[in-house]
């Protein structure tokens, strides 16, 4: 008796290492396709950026078939905890906050966080010079964090959008006086575009360790140990065999992963 109770406490145990381990021949990817060069879509619905080529490129090296599904920024950890997709691949920042609620693979790129104004205006990215301006983010964002956590309770007008897409139609529309987001998605996916013309980043990049993180990554469930195992080997090679690189330079002209 003593030993067949053992045979099916082994057998049960194997099987929940078993099922704790997934079947990665395909890898879904979270994206919020609205934050180029990194992630945005094509008029004919093809998903493009440095992300995406990341993210295909990752599932090359791990044999495993990609797919991609929206998702907007602000639901990317429930949706990931949900099991709508197995990562966040979508310019994700590791944060304190956030690993306490999911895992990240090792680092993708880093870049900081600026301000973007309207050419000519005076403003300075601090919360005496925004009193009652209003600085526009994207949901779920580091960028919303820190607005929230620094600027708002000194009166500044924090506003939160779906996608940095609508953050910037405000912005050129008057609505807002200032936006928060990422450094090098300003310059590239707006700034350099006929419709930021106007537009300048105002002062020097943000620093806040506690808020913005170390790089971006792919998020992952706690869980899923294994998964983050196979994503972490696949950067490592990347890094070393040069593919990294070679996405790298389709899109950026310094280095974007960061010391």
Not at 11 to 31: E, P
Not at 36 to 51: A, H, I, M, N, Q
Request: net charge neutral.
């Amino acid at each position: 008796m003593k030993f067949f109770l053992y045979t099916v406490s082994v057998i049960l145990a194997a099987s929940s290492m078993s099922a704790c381990a997934g079947d990665w021949s395909t890898i879904r990817f979270g994206i919020d396709a609205s934050y180029p060069p990194f992630e945005s879509k094509r008029p004919d619905g093809t998903l493009v950026g440095f992300d995406v080529d990341i993210g295909n490129e990752i599932c090359a090296h791990l044999k495993a078939k990609c797919v991609w599904v929206e998702n907007d920024f602000d639901g990317m950890i429930p949706a990931l905890k949900g099991r709508k997709f197995d990562g966040v691949l979508s310019s994700m920042t590791k944060t304190p906050k956030r690993e306490a609620e999911i895992s990240f693979s090792s680092k993708i790129f880093n870049t900081p966080t600026q301000m973007v104004a309207r050419k000519g205006v005076t403003l300075l990215p601090n919360a005496d010079s925004l009193i009652n301006k209003s600085i526009g983010v994207e949901q779920g964002t580091i960028q919303e964090t820190y607005a929230k956590t620094y600027l708002a309770p000194k009166g500044v007008r924090v506003v939160s959008y779906q996608s940095q897409d609508q953050v910037y139609a405000d912005l050129i529309s008057g609505r807002l006086d200032a936006t928060l987001q990422d450094a090098v998605q300003a310059k590239i996916g707006f700034l350099k575009t006929p419709r930021g013309a106007g537009f300048q980043f105002v002062g020097a990049p943000l620093v806040d360790a506690a808020i913005f993180g170390q790089g971006a990554a792919v998020g992952l469930r706690k869980e899923d140990v294994d998964l983050k195992a196979k994503i972490d080997q696949a950067i490592a090679e990347m890094l070393k065999d040069g593919s990294y690189k070679k996405i790298a330079i389709k899109y950026f002209d310094f280095d974007i992963y960061g010391g």
